[in-house]
């Protein structure tokens, strides 16, 4: 390195640390972790941060997957191909879906025709994209902060648009799907969000930054301002971690935080910002993979830590992650040979038990160790891609992979045996989120019934089995035997809430919710549960109050415009209910909600020729609507 730029990295870093360190000095508490940066004084200060010093490594790491996984929708960071004949047809809900450059700014409209004439469109701006575009390109749009993932993603290994995961075949959530914290943290580099938020964010990193695997860096860059010196070559340097330097457990669990994506279930008093790398994972939460019967050929694609930790290789050596990937450099500019090195300096050459191909079969596939010990394999959540299986082995034959391959269990690969009342919240999430399998509940009661080192955890769990099987008065009985009556998790709240109101407790049932509310404030799907129960207990000004924040928050909330629509009726303000109804009609002219409340405001305005069209509409939509069907016979009576 020549002088003047040794000089230039003086400055940059000088620079860096007054920026950072003019407001408060960092002040580190003694905690048992022999790492400074694992205590809460700690800040995050940002890859830039590490640029100065760490040139080499950080302009690598930006072109990896890591580096590049989340960052703002421009042509530079899309890997789309967009043409006029771009187009995807939700054939279920009569859907068209059309991405579009306008000048720099990706849009996506979503119309539906009739007699080829458009009769519904809505366009929403795609503010991030999600994904490096190894695989894919997911979109999220953004409503005053609040993120949600619009219906399609372009599969970069086939070339092609499509719904992204989780939305085809009936389940288009078309743009409200919530990117909330547990996705956000895994996909990105730790965010900024209001206190009780689950989908809203004050500040958005751009890509996963060194941060995430060498914990907040405040403390260290301090520490190196000042002039400390540590030979790294001969000792640790505590201020920071190194993974490369952890025991293998703790250095595997870095990994694993992401690239074992199954049922995170969280432990108490914590959340999915407190892990830092170093730390025993299993102390702030348990991950729960589904296990399969037969070949073993299932997987989540996002478990690559999981399948390595299966292979032969793993068990019998002291191989990591890190053992054949560099996190510094991208797999797409690492050569074949690269692998091939590390899978021969253990399976040497010259040792013929080593590789059963024949050597002009083995020169046919390039000596490539991994396409055939680690091929690119479908994944079971994601469509349209392939990704390399890391369960290492010679490859089941045809016959073992057509052997029943059904599910077999959940099972924990953070700890050796899982809490009971955790794993039954695993299933519970499992059979939610994936597959409603009734003997997953079965599962549940029978955790349930085991000791258990965590209490609270039972409780919720037990809360959520009964709310899903409709055993309502079981859950307000519950509530009777919690003397402390003090619930910590937002979602327990909510469940016990609609419970109440499932039975008729209606104050209850708006007690509850309000203390869901109070948890998270920002989860607007709980704000406006408060709302519509208020309603149901005739307490309408308060509902207009807790409703029009809800709205300001989110003007697209289709529920919130349509219960606050049915609130400002009540009140008398018809022009604003018409308001509210129009509004959620052009979000969904399908919603049947907003549509059999404008029907109420057309009997109010004793519009009866509207009512009639908007009935007939209802019953189109859904023909076994009774309710709407009495309506109207009643209305053709007239």
Sequence with gaps: MTANRYILFLVIALMVSLFIFCRTPVVVNKTDSVY???????????????????????????????????????????????????????????????????????????????????????????????????????????????????????????????????????????????????CMNCHNSFCEQPKGAENKYDWVADGIGCERCHGPGEVHLKLKTDGEVIDTATQIDYSIVNPAKLNRTAQMQVCMRCHVQGISILKEEHTFYDFKPGQALDTIMEVFLPRYQGANTKFIMASQADRLMQSACYKNTDMTCITCHNPHISTRITSIEYFNKKCQSCHTENATTDCTLAIEERSKKDNNCSACHMPESPSIDIPNVTVTDHLIRVQPTAKEKQQAAGFSHLQSIVSAKADPALKALGYLSFYEKFTENEAFLDSVELLLKQTNQHPQKAYEAQVWLNFIQGKHQQNTQLVLNNSSNKIADAWTTYRLAASFEAINQLDNAVKYYKQAVDLQQFNLDFVNKYGAALVKVNNFYKAKEVLEFLIKENDQHLSGLTNLGFVYLNLGLINKASEMYNKALYLNPDYIPALMNKIGLCMVNKDKQQAQKLLNRVVEIDPKNTKAKQLLNQLNAL
């Design 36 to 182: 400074l940066n694992h205590n809460d004084t700690v800040a995050y200060i940002g890859s830039e941060s590490c640029k100065a010093c760490h040139l080499d490594k950080f302009e690598t790491f930006m072109h990896t997957g890591m580096g590049e996984s989340f960052d703002i929708a421009t042509k530079q960071k899309s890997a789309s191909i967009i043409d006029k004949h771009t187009l995807i047809f939700d054939s279920i809900n009569n859907y068209y879906y059309k991405p579009f450059w306008r000048n720099d700014s990706l849009l996506v409209k979503e119309f539906r025709l009739k007699n080829k004439d458009t009769i519904f469109q809505r366009i929403e701006h795609i503010k991030y994209i999600i994904g490096s575009g190894h695989h894919t390109n997911s979109h999220i749009y953004e409503k005053n902060g609040y993120l949600y993932q619009a219906p399609i993603t372009f599969y970069t290994q086939q070339k092609i648009w499509d719904f992204a995961p989780g939305f085809a075949a009936g389940f288009n959530n078309r743009f409200d799907r919530l990117i909330g914290t547990e």
